[in-house]
């Protein structure tokens, strides 16, 4: 592994958090980081939900079968998508301008010496409902994934999923 790509291979997800706030700064530099993202026609189709309640994250944790650390981390987003601002209101260009935002945002929360964890949400109906019920999201408003966010209280090592047998020269 390249160690001037270290900050990408010690990206992991990380379920376990300590009690310990994550301060305004820090969310505030990893949205700033996220919304640095590129996208289609420059259209900025993202929206985030911070969100420090424990209700509201415990709510989280009860909507995604497999985001219960939400509720156990001291901050947590949820990234939508506006379709209407999507270049041409294509779900793809969305989903695909959404997805480079969240990356963003967990490269720089774990620069930062933040853990977090991707949630998946889209496509799922019922996980995308339950948020779109708890949050009042208007109807262009698409919930995409959540994410635990906090001091991370594991370490795991970093990687890389590297593949030889996934890298096609100049053919299938």
């Known amino acids: 592994m390249n160690p001037e790509l270290q900050f990408i291979f010690s990206r992991r997800s990380v379920r376990k ?14 949205l700033e980081a996220a919304m640095a993202a590129p996208s289609a026609v420059k259209k900025d189709p993202w929206h985030f939900i911070v969100v420090r309640d424990q209700e509201t994250r415990n ?23 506006d379709i209407l601002k999507a270049h041409d209101q294509l779900e793809s260009y969305m989903l695909q301008d959404v997805s480079a935002a969240i990356e963003n945002a967990l ?3 774990s620069t930062l010496g933040l853990g977090a964890c991707w949630l998946g949400v889209h496509p799922r109906q019922e996980r995308m409902a339950g948020l779109t019920r708890l949050f009042s999201l208007p109807d262009n408003i698409i ?18 999923r590297y593949n030889p047998d996934l890298v096609h020269l100049e053919k299938w």
Do not use: N, S
């Not at 958090?17 to 990893?30: A, G, H, K, L, N």
């Not at 995409?144 to 990687?159: N, Q, S, V």
């Open 17 to 30: 958090y300590q009690e310990r706030e994550v301060p305004d700064r820090m969310i505030t530099d990893i």
């Open 59 to 81: 709510r989280i944790a009860e909507i995604l079968p497999y985001g219960k650390m939400i509720a156990r981390a001291p901050a947590g987003m949820v990234v939508c998508g």
């Open 107 to 109: 490269l720089a929360a």
């Open 143 to 160: 919930p995409i994934c959540a994410i635990a966010l906090g001091f991370p209280a594991e370490d795991p090592e970093a990687r890389t």
